[in-house]
């Protein structure tokens, strides 16, 4: 028997990886189909339990491969009906996933790395720098996780509805573990999640736009939160690798790829830096006749920040003036800020292996050039 550091974890592998691992062990493709349902569809950790599979098969399995669930730490529950979990990522870190319940859907925010090397001075998972990306099988653990420990609706469905990667890490930056992960969600073998309700949210990181606007339509967000490049340097450093004007034609792009596609820019409301009426006519400038909708976020502090939220009043003016200038703009309701589980709060436990980042106000050159390793590396 093989010993057990040498089994290969099927959880986050797309059918297409399964089906290789079947085939080098001489076994028909489609029995990546059957293992599939019984990991996903059935939630079963036991291949012993998958009882369509022959026993010489079962036996296979037990012997070369595992099903290795996260290891959830810890679970705190909201008032709103917010959920978060902390789940284990080794030598003492963790990531955050939360789940957001709302009448007509439940929305899943996951997490891609242990961290983020990008550095966006608002947000409280960048201030702690960056350890390593999570694999295919600690992102797709996540949303398993939660199907598995949240009640179903009250029709059978799971409680969740939507995935959106709007949680720890930047996942264009672990490009090559996200895609696996995609293909499971939106797959009728394992989730079959619509791509409408599958979501990418990216800081900017063009070249990982482009690839995938060619490797899955699944719907794209991009954390803009500027209208102009001296500001977004500041807040959104990668903004010096790749500015406003190329990161919005690359997103026209990917909008065109994928018929009645719109793209959703995220706009983090901070008093006084970002939220004139100035800015708005700008950004509805930059966005006007375009395939575009504006969510405005609500800042949510975290220890640390000299960061304010822009005040309630602001806000729907702000919100009022890109609506008079013809744009569809939303403002996000802030969940679970009493478990620290709204947006731009996820920390989670990270100790930083790269940027050198903790205790520093702005972006230097040690998190720029740790920003080019990364995307190079992804």
Not at 184 to 209: H, N
Request: aromatic share 6%; hydrophobic share 40%.
């Amino acid at each position: 028997m093989s010993d057990i550091a040498t089994k290969i974890n099927l959880l986050g592998l797309s059918q297409g990886g399964l089906e290789r691992f079947f085939s080098a062990h001489g076994e028909k493709p489609y029995r990546a189909r059957q293992v599939l349902q019984w990991i996903y569809q059935r939630g079963i950790d036991s291949f012993d339990e998958m009882t369509d599979l022959s026993k010489s098969l079962r036996a296979l399995l037990n012997s070369e491969a595992d099903i290795i669930p996260l290891e959830m730490q810890a679970r705190h529950d909201s008032k709103d009906g917010t959920v978060k979990w902390l789940f284990s990522s080794g030598f003492g870190q963790a990531v955050e996933t939360v789940f957001i319940p709302e009448p007509a859907r439940g929305t899943l925010c996951i997490s891609s790395q242990v961290g983020c090397a990008l550095d966006c001075s608002f947000c409280a998972t960048g201030a702690q720098g960056f350890n390593r990306n999570l694999t295919s099988a600690e992102i797709i653990g996540q949303v398993r996780h939660a199907i598995r420990d949240l009640p179903r609706r009250e029709n059978g469905d799971s409680a969740v509805t939507n995935v959106v990667f709007m949680g720890m890490g930047e996942p264009l930056a672990n490009y090559r573990n996200l895609v696996p992960v995609l293909e499971l969600l939106v797959s009728d073998l394992s989730y079959g999640l619509s791509r409408r309700r599958v979501t990418v949210s990216t800081a900017g990181i063009v070249p990982q736009i482009k690839k995938l606007g060619k490797d899955c339509n699944v719907a794209l967000a991009v954390s803009l939160h500027a209208p102009d490049d001296e500001l977004r340097n500041e807040l959104v450093p990668i903004n010096k690798v790749h500015p406003i004007a190329e990161l919005l034609d690359t997103c026209w792009e990917y909008a065109a790829r994928h018929s009645n596609r719109f793209i959703t820019f995220e706009y983090v409301m901070l008093r006084d830096v970002n939220d004139t009426l100035a800015h708005a006519n700008h950004l509805a400038a930059l966005l006007k006749n375009k395939p575009a909708k504006v969510n405005l976020i609500p800042f949510n502090p975290f220890p640390g920040t000299e960061y304010r939220r822009s005040a309630a009043d602001t806000i729907q003016q702000f919100q009022g003036r890109l609506q008079k200038r013809g744009l569809v703009a939303t403002t996000r309701r802030t969940r679970g800020d009493d478990i620290d589980a709204a947006c731009g709060q996820l920390a989670g436990k990270v100790s930083d292996r790269v940027t050198n980042r903790l205790g520093r106000k702005k972006v230097g050159q040690k998190s720029k050039k740790a920003i080019n390793i990364r995307i190079a590396s992804a």
